[in-house]
């Protein structure tokens, strides 16, 4: 029995060498790759129209600049939806519950579009921390808020996925640890709240994929002022 509930987020490991890079690679090995025939089975036309339809409502708000960033974040998209529909299951870990790898993602993510705008257009970049008709005496307070905002960016990226995914797994633990001291004392009760379990469980999936859309959606939006 785990001594803490906090153990489920620590890294594997094997022989003292942590798994956190095979359950970070291992779910690219579950992708059906396309095949050179002219009809392709449901399984990779349903992925291809997925990837399809995700990349064409992300990319629609940007230039034809920002396009070249398509693969990239679809390619982060499935990544994390990937990464956390499979830590739903049981015995396994979910490796962006790791702070250190979410903000591994946004940083460099971040820091990009942030060299994009100050390479392509760094009068519209630096725009951007001052709004347009700002009285005179707040132009200072206005600049080191905006400034601040800025940089806080990838913290908020990292730690809304940090957070989100780690509360979901708590509380699935915490209700199944209820449901299993319960059974034998209070059946009836127990039910109840297994019921509650399933409809949390379901909840966190959905969570699972709605948290991997808000942080490539975030990014685009970065990218958006920035190309």
């Not at 005179?136 to 990292?158: C, M, N, Q, W, Y």
């Amino acid at each position: 029995m785990m001594a803490s509930f906090f153990d489920q987020f620590a890294s594997p490991s094997f022989l003292g060498i942590p798994l956190i890079a095979v359950a970070i690679a291992l779910p690219w090995v579950l992708f059906p790759t396309p095949s050179s025939r002219w009809m392709s089975n449901r399984l990779i036309t349903v992925q291809t129209w997925f990837v399809n339809r995700f990349t064409n409502q992300l990319m629609m708000p940007l230039n034809v600049g920002g396009h070249k960033w398509a693969l990239m974040l679809t390619s982060l998209m499935v990544f994390l939806i990937t990464i956390n529909m499979l830590g739903l299951l049981p015995y396994t870990f979910t490796p962006t519950t790791q702070l250190s790898l979410n903000m591994g993602l946004a940083v460099p993510l971040w820091l990009a579009t942030v060299i994009i705008g100050m390479r392509n257009q760094p009068t519209v970049a630096l725009g951007h921390l001052l709004p347009e008709g700002t009285p005179i005496p707040l132009i200072p307070v206005l600049i080191i808020i905006e400034t601040i905002s800025l940089f806080i960016r990838p913290l908020a990226l990292g730690v809304r996925l940090t957070a989100n995914l780690t509360a979901g797994h708590l509380l699935i633990q915490l209700i199944a640890t209820a449901v299993f001291v319960l059974l034998p004392m209070m059946p009836t009760v127990a039910i109840l709240t297994a019921a509650v379990l399933f409809l949390l469980t379901l909840l966190e999936v959905a969570v699972a994929m709605i948290q991997a859309y808000v942080f490539v959606l975030l990014l685009s939006l970065y990218l958006q002022e920035n190309v």
